[in-house]
């Protein structure tokens, strides 16, 4: 099981083009969350999913972003129009069923490191 | 609002040493607390849990209300325990609040 799958590792944007980050779960795995994290800070929650379906998008920000996890292919994080502050790394979780990070331990990809110029 | 919050963003020891890293917590209800360890050029994962009480890599953590805290501590400290380490609350929800991490370097 080759584990959580994020790529690209690293993505460089201008200001105003897209970004697409990718998130390939565990096999098995039909939950899918992501985390933000900005330089300095801890991991914030953005958006939790399961196939077909946003659960949670408490966390995202209003404009720009939105997230899909399609019955197939990988879970996709969109970010349209970028600008500076959304430079960060960008973390995605699975687990096989609601995990609160314990009962069903969340698996983390390695990330994706944005950045905008 | 829930928050996590770790001091220290870093602490060096010798091996050897005895090793604690602070985490404290604000929620009013009963949290699930959890350490997260991330070794360089690894993955985040999970260390330990306080719903199981469990010792993982001779790490521990205690949760303490009245103190809302719930240290990482360890009696004798390892090079190859240099790593990153976040600490995370969960509460009703499926979603995890994370500490800004404290990084532990662990000098020969």
């Known amino acids: 099981n080759a584990g959580v799958m994020q790529n690209p590792r690293h993505l460089v944007r201008r200001r105003g083009q897209e970004a697409r980050l990718r998130c390939s779960p565990m096999k098995g795995h039909s939950h899918v969350y992501w985390y933000r994290q900005l330089p300095e800070e801890g991991l914030k929650f953005m958006v939790y999913l399961q196939k077909e379906n946003i659960i949670d998008e408490s966390g995202m920000p209003k404009e720009r972003f939105s997230a899909e996890f399609p019955k197939e292919g990988p879970s996709i994080l969109r970010i349209q129009q970028v600008v500076r502050g959304d430079s960060a790394a960008y973390f995605c979780?699975?687990?096989?069923?609601?995990?609160?990070?314990?009962?069903?331990?969340?698996?983390f990809g390695n990330g994706t490191r944005l950045t905008v110029t | 609002a829930q928050r996590v919050t770790q001091p220290e963003k870093l602490l060096s020891v010798f091996k050897g040493a005895p090793v604690e890293l602070k985490c404290n917590y604000s929620?009013?209800?009963?949290?699930?607390l959890f350490w997260y360890v991330q070794y360089s050029r690894q993955r985040l994962q999970l260390l330990l849990r306080h719903i199981s009480r469990e010792s993982i890599k001779g790490f521990t953590a205690d949760l303490n209300k009245g103190e809302t805290s719930f240290h990482l501590k360890k009696p004798f400290a390892q090079e190859e325990d240099s790593a990153m380490y976040y600490c995370a609350l969960s509460y009703n929800t499926d979603k995890l609040i994370f500490g800004t991490g404290t990084r532990l370097q662990v000098f020969p």
């Open positions: 979780a699975s687990s096989p069923r609601p995990g609160r990070g314990g009962n069903s331990p969340l698996h």
């Open positions: 929620y009013s209800g009963s949290p699930e």
